[in-house]
């Protein structure tokens, strides 16, 4: 592939609804670009974009894949994004580096909640778009009430490009927008012009009114040559309508068939005229190394700054990491610099990425995407950079887990083979996280969703030999008293030699003041020497971490040591502790013991429709509203919810509002659990010891 300034280079994201034919439009672009032979199906596991086994085996895109190719004297770089929420990390990645967007949509099912979620985040970052109807050729297509789908979500900025010839609801061919020239569509995607059928005349005037007004909008210039009447140049049209569409006063529309390859050549021409290069797209500000930020142009003789987006770990030829390059250049066999770990990388490998299949090369310049094997420290939302000017730009944000599972293995002793895979498996996917939880003792993976955790575990049983089981993961409870007690532990032991003694009477109290055991001492006389103190605390602070009702930790308790005896010969450190664990039990029964359960704060994004459905839900959740606002196009819900409330909560309001809602959950405090909570937490305790 040659080599390509920044003006006539194109970065896109395709995305769109799961199933909407996002794979299958990519693989008729590189059909088109005679990179490929036929097109290949993702049914059938043999497109450019889908190859990961997993990808393979489920149908769907789970990754965003890179691919770069030619037309019209452009390089276009394509990145496939997946359509199902729970990869919603991968379409961060790629709207990263995206400078447009391409949402495809189904003739058949119309705006689904991808497509919606895809303009949200695309107004959002700030991204231009625009749309392809696919699947024009099938059964049930229905163009006309898709437009006006489109028309209903998103406005009269919704503009078709092209317009098709129909016959029985199904594409024959279309008409170009702007100039009214006909074409029908061979099976083979070929064009054959023909007359402008009569009654296409009159909406395609009205369509082409409508762009002129938003062309005229574009410069006071043409504004004022639109209120003289003159006709607008073609010229002038495509530069009127780019600018309407960089400042988002324009979708356009385009149609056709990715199957059949109908209408995608024309898409590709209009989308390399319409969106912006990496010239003309929103500029990048990086913070230098002494705190500072510089907006950098895209400039390749400039500083090197490039981000890296993605990484895979292929197992041929190890890590494989994508970057869009921002300012300088990348050049093979030469170092870079990361100065988030303060280490040079040496680059081997440099490629145009091409799938599965990259294709070497030996300079990435500022605005093109390229993609370097075998860095060793540097990971998904580094930055590149120079020794000599050290720069760092922005990470990829990715979306917060809203599913934690416990982790279990299959095999006994397989946990550090289980981690040690989850983390390399990180490296390809940062937006799941994994710990291992020391209070209850489970190794915790979240994640966006089910399937997002599913496909992780399939992974680790697939890439790394080693399978593991996914259950819900244990709320970690904690256990408090709401009375004062004094209670006297005495420890005596004799059996030859030296023996064992110490007694001390400790008063227990609630004290919300601070969370950890708060341990005092008012022994008067001499009654417990000085030297048996700490070992009294420390008696105390082992017995607190297992609490009488459930085994929870104890918290918000004062111990006050006020009395007891000791021997001379027989008292010891030991015997002073056992001594205070034996107080702690006797008091505590008799002290109110209570169960406390985390609360979390809840915030949850849905749109105004759905507001009823939620509220309910979050009743039956123990929930309590704290507030509602609007924003943007959605309302945001605050409450507070019980964390046990909360497991499948992810899944749950997927299903309750078709995906269109999200939420975020952070921890806020503990509360003492209602008594049919806490008579179930100590039941499922006691079963437990029984097992």
Not at 400 to 423: F, N, Q, T, Y
Not at 613 to 636: C, F
């Amino acid at each position: 592939m040659k080599e390509y300034p920044a003006s006539q280079i194109r970065n896109l994201a395709i995305m769109g609804h799961s199933g909407a034919g996002k794979t299958s439009f990519a693989e008729a672009c590189f059909f088109n670009a005679k990179l490929v032979e036929r097109l290949g199906k993702v049914t059938d596991g043999n497109t450019v974009m889908d190859f990961d086994p997993e990808e393979m085996r489920r149908h769907i895109s789970i990754n965003t894949s890179v691919a770069s190719l030619e037309w019209d004297n452009k390089k276009f770089t394509w990145l496939d994004t997946p359509g199902d929420f729970d990869f919603m990390g991968e379409v961060a990645s790629a709207l990263r580096v995206a400078d447009s967007a391409l949402i495809v949509i189904s003739a058949k099912s119309g705006v689904t909640v991808g497509a919606e979620k895809a303009v949200r985040y695309l107004r959002k970052a700030g991204i231009p778009f625009a749309f392809f109807i696919n699947k024009m050729d099938e059964e049930n297509a229905n163009y006309p009430k898709v437009m006006e789908d489109l028309r209903t979500h998103f406005g009269t900025r919704v503009t078709p490009m092209m317009v098709p010839i129909l016959e029985n609801n199904k594409m024959m061919g279309f008409v170009n927008s702007f100039n009214n020239h006909a074409h029908k569509l061979h099976p083979n995607g070929d064009l054959e012009d023909i007359d402008l059928p009569a009654d296409m005349e009159a909406p395609l005037k009205e369509i082409f009114d409508g762009m002129m007004e938003h062309v005229a909008e574009s410069s006071e210039t043409l504004m004022e040559k639109y209120f003289a009447g003159e006709e607008f140049t073609p010229a002038e049209i495509d530069r009127g309508i780019f600018e309407a569409v960089q400042n988002a006063d324009v979708y356009p529309v385009f149609c056709g068939s990715a199957a059949r390859n109908w209408g995608v050549r024309y898409t590709m021409s209009k989308l390399g005229d319409y969106m912006p290069s990496p010239l003309q797209a929103r500029p990048e500000t990086a913070v230098t190394e002494n705190g500072g930020s510089v907006e950098l142009k895209v400039d390749p003789k400039g500083p090197l700054a490039a981000v890296v987006f993605k990484t895979i770990a292929d197992p041929f030829v190890g890590r494989i990491s994508f970057f869009r390059v921002y300012s300088g250049e990348i050049k093979n066999n030469e170092s870079v610099y990361n100065a988030k770990y303060g280490k040079e990388e040496r680059i081997t490998g440099l490629a145009t990425a091409f799938g599965q299949k990259s294709k070497p090369t030996d300079c990435i310049k500022a605005g093109d995407i390229g993609a370097v094997t075998k860095l060793t420290v540097t990971r998904t939302g580094d930055t590149l950079s120079s020794k000599a000017k050290p720069l760092t730009l922005p990470g990829v944000e990715f979306p917060p887990p809203a599913l934690s599972m416990a982790v279990l293995p299959v095999a006994k002793g397989d946990e550090e083979k289980i981690m040690a895979g989850l983390r390399r498996i990180q490296d390809e996917d940062p937006s799941f996280i994994v710990e291992n939880n020391p209070e209850t003792k489970q190794m915790i993976l979240s994640g966006v969703g089910e399937i997002h955790l599913d496909v992780i575990k399939a992974k680790l049983k697939n890439k790394f030999k080693v399978d593991c089981l996914l259950e819900e993961a244990k709320v970690p409870y904690r256990e408090t008293i709401r009375k004062k007690f004094k209670a006297q532990g005495k420890h005596k032991k004799q059996s030859g030699g030296h023996g064992q003694y110490g007694d001390v009477w400790i008063e227990f109290e609630p004290c919300e003041e601070a969370e950890k055991l708060i341990f005092e001492e008012k022994v008067f006389g001499g009654s417990v020497p000085k030297a048996y103190f700490p070992a009294v605390e420390k008696g105390l602070m082992e017995a607190v971490e297992h609490g009488v009702l459930a085994g929870y930790p104890v918290v918000h308790v004062k111990a006050t040591l006020l009395d007891g005896s000791y021997h001379d010969v027989d008292s010891s450190e030991m015997a002073f502790k056992i001594a205070a664990n034996l107080a702690y039990k006797a008091a505590m029964p008799k002290a109110g013991p209570v169960i406390l359960e985390p609360i979390s704060n809840v915030k949850i994004w849905v749109p105004e429709n759905y507001l009823g459905d939620i509220m309910s839900d979050l009743n039956k959740r123990r929930g309590r509203i704290m507030g509602i606002e609007p924003k943007s196009e959605m309302q945001v819900v605050s409450a507070e919810v019980p964390t046990s409330e909360l497991s499948h909560y992810a899944t749950d309001l997927r299903s309750m509002t078709q995906g269109r809602a999200w939420f975020g959950a952070e921890f806020a405090r503990y509360e003492q659990a209602p008594d049919i909570v806490a008579q179930k937490v100590i039941a499922d305790a006691k079963q437990k010891e029984n097992d």
